[in-house]
Each structure stands twice: as C-alpha cells, then as structure tokens.
C-alpha cells in the first residue's frame, strides 16, 4: 500500500511543478515534476503484488485526484489534459509489459516495462502539454532530457529496491 501512497502523491507533485523548469548540463531544461516522476515507474512495478486490478485501480485513482487539481485551479488544464493521456497510455503499457514478464527477474521486468512506458509518457505529455507553447527545438530537449531523468531516477530507485522486490509475483490475468 506505501508504494501506492508514494505513486499517487508523485504525480500529483509531478503535476503541480511540470511547469517549472531547471537546467541541465547537456539537454538543456526539464521540469521539476520529471524528477519526481521517475519514481513513479519504480512505485508502480512494486504494485504489482497486490495485482494488475490493484494497480489499475491506482492508476485510475491518480489520474482523477489529477484532474481534480486542474478543477481546484492549481495546475493548468493543459497539464492535467496531458498527465491523464499521458497516464493512460504510458502506464497501461508498462503494467500490461511488466505483467507478461512476472517470471523474469525484478530487474527484467522492471527494465523492459520502462524501456516502453518512459519514452511513452514523455513524448506524449510533453507534445499535449506544450506543442504550441515552446518551439520544436526547447520541445525536444524537454523530451529527450526527461526520459534521461526518469529513466536514471527510476534506476536509481530501482537499485535501491532491488533486494526488496527479485522474488516471485502473484500472476495476475485479469485487468
């Protein structure tokens, strides 16, 4: 249950800061809300043992509480328009890839899951939230820059979880 707790209050704090920005040595900018996010990839793959309804449910539930914020007026709705595709798409592949490797290795499953759902989320979030708002080049940088962070945020936490997580987990068939 704590990864879920961490996973819905990542995006919601990806969310709020998406629209602030630092700079990074060689990509140019990303935004706050992309460190942040990294741990998400991480937090969800730990769900898994409460099974893929578990984490569809968690997923759900994040991209509503997201969708509340724009409501509430604290992120913009081109934002939360954008979490949610972004969601959506990004994390029903990773949990449906992640779920077809249950038998693999903690570090298989986890990889593999990332290698399609960070490309995933950061060209579709980006592309919604700001195509129209920054030129193609900064735009570019943005994406290229947050599937560098995600995917180093969520190894890192990946790394970290590892002698936690590398043992069996229930199969789950059904959505």
Do not use: C
């Not at 992120?75 to 249950?102: G, H």
């Amino acid at each position: 249950m704590r990864s879920a707790v961490i996973y819905v209050v990542a995006v919601l704090v990806a969310n709020l800061t998406a629209t602030w920005f630092i700079p990074l040595p060689i990509f140019g900018q990303v935004a706050v809300g992309t460190f942040v996010f990294g741990f998400t990839f991480t937090q969800r793959d730990r769900m898994h043992r409460k099974g893929r309804k578990f984490v569809y449910r968690v997923i759900a539930l994040s991209a509503f509480l997201s969708a509340m914020l724009s409501v509430a007026g604290q992120v913009p709705p081109r934002i939360i328009l954008a979490s949610v595709i972004a969601i959506v798409l990004a994390e029903t592949a990773d949990t449906e890839i992640y779920q077809r490797l249950l038998a693999q290795s903690w570090w298989h499953r986890v990889l593999k899951s990332n290698a399609v759902s960070i490309p995933l989320d950061s060209i579709f979030f980006n592309l919604v939230a700001f195509l129209g708002v920054f030129d193609a080049r900064f735009l570019l940088s943005l994406i290229v820059g947050e599937i560098v962070v995600k995917f180093t945020v969520g190894a890192v936490t990946a790394i970290w979880r590892s002698k936690h997580e590398d043992r069996p987990v229930p199969d789950s068939t059904s959505p």
